[in-house]
Nanobody, 121 residues
Framework: QVHLVESGGGLVQAGGSLRLSCAAS????????MGWYRQAPGKERELVAD???????NYGDFVKGRFTISRDNAKNTVYLQMNSLKPEDTAVYYC???????????????WGQGTQVTVSS
């Protein structure tokens, strides 16, 4: 089992910045992918950004250079630096990790509980 703890959400004015963090803990696992998704009311959950163990990253089209994902592999932590926030970025942001359990070599994905990001106009 892998446990995710998210932090960093909150209320910010348009044009402001926030930094989200997500730390993974558990026993004997290797992380393949760490990423962030978001879900606004009435909308489907969508990819914000993810980071793969080989170093590649993916971003949602709406990011347009405003957000940066990074990882601290020693701490099993992923960060999302969000700049130039817009009201339409308001959503619950979820951390997701894909791991391989060392004891079984099985892959599994885990989701955080979500953190609210609200951008006021």
């Amino acid at each position: 089992q892998v446990h995710l703890v998210e932090s960093g959400g909150g209320l910010v004015q348009a044009g402001g910045s926030l930094r989200l963090s997500c730390a993974a803990s558990g026993s004997r696992f290797s992380i393949n992918v760490m990423g962030w998704y978001r879900q606004a009311p009435g909308k489907e959950r969508e990819l914000v950004a993810d980071s793969r163990s080989g170093g590649s990253t993916n971003y949602g089209d709406f990011v347009k250079g405003r957000f940066t994902i990074s990882r601290d592999n020693a701490k099993n932590t992923v960060y999302l630096q969000m700049n130039s926030l817009k009201p339409e970025d308001t959503a619950v942001y979820y951390c997701k990790v894909v791991v391989r359990h060392d004891s079984t070599w099985q892959h599994a994905e885990y989701w955080g509980q979500g953190t609210q990001v609200t951008v006021s106009s």
